[in-house]
């Protein structure tokens, strides 16, 4: 077993253009285990030379296509990418710290999509999750000046084919960052006296609506009934909420979404 520093050291050694065989001798550990740590199951791509072969976009690599698709329904719901230097630049993911489950989840999914080290900063309320590569702005093109829904933001075709074929991730993103499962009680007067009666349902509330799109594309594909409606907020902008109420609609949600937790 090596510890989680030394496979991060390696990845990060790979990432600067190190050799396997320098890193192996570096860090004590074999071949073989950097290049499983780097794959895990996934087939070696053919250019082991290139340094970003994890970039989809740039080079042959390719992401965990769940995590990616979960990683970026959180990137269009809470994310935004800066510049650090030298052509770094940082993935952010802001998590409310009422929700710690899923700022561990989106520190695992980060290092999945690539190998790189995922740091917390604290804000108030909130935590910041973020990475840094040189590639962010390759696997999320939809950065770009000004706020989300001020600009086009529209999936290139190997993205939608890794939502289309990982929706509930990519739904599960956008409900963790922009949504939340609600439950309302409500209280009827049946043959037997008063009765307590459980309505739970998700929202999800956007700026964009092509965000709101893509989410109602997704509920579509999996055959979940949803609602919309457009709360006016003048004279900024108006917000696009989507609501899942439906009993089945619901429970096919819970099935991989659930409550924040
Ligand atoms: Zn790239």
Redesign the pocket.
């Known amino acids: 077993m090596h510890s989680r520093e030394i496979v991060d050291e390696t990845l990060r050694l790979k990432a600067l253009g190190m050799t396997d065989h320098a890193i192996a001798a570096q860090c004590s550990v074999s071949v073989q285990a950097l290049r499983h740590w780097r794959y895990g199951t996934r087939r070696a791509p053919h250019t082991t030379a290139d340094r970003?072969f994890y970039?989809?976009?740039?080079?042959n690599g390719d992401v965990d296509p769940a995590a990616y698709s979960y990683l970026l329904g959180l990137y269009l719901g809470d994310g935004y990418i800066g510049h650090i230097r030298n052509g770094v630049d940082y993935l952010s993911i802001a998590c409310s710290d009422t929700w710690p489950g899923l700022i561990e989840e989106c520190a695992e999914a980060i290092p999945k999509v690539f190998p790189v080290k995922v740091f917390r900063v604290r804000r108030k309320g909130c935590t910041e999750v973020k990475g840094a590569s040189?590639?962010w702005?390759?696997?999320f093109p939809q950065n770009g000046r000004g706020m989300k829904h001020s600009r086009p933001i529209v999936l290139d075709p190997w993205q939608q084919q890794i939502v289309d074929d990982h929706t509930p991730s990519f739904v599960r993103g956008l409900i963790h960052s922009d949504g939340c499962r609600v439950s309302n009680r409500v209280r009827k007067k049946t043959g037997e006296g008063w009765k307590y009666y459980e309505y739970p349902r998700y929202f999800f509330s956007n700026t964009s609506q092509e965000i709101s799109d893509l989410l109602t594309n997704g509920l579509d594909r999996l055959g979940i009934a949803w609602k919309r409606r457009v709360e006016e907020k003048p004279p900024h902008h108006d917000a696009f909420i989507v609501s899942v109420a439906q009993k089945a609609a619901v429970a096919r949600m819970d099935e991989f979404v659930g409550p924040k937790y």
Request: charged share 20%; with cysteine; aromatic share 0%.
């Open positions: 970003s970039c989809p976009v740039c080079a040189k590639h702005r390759c696997v």
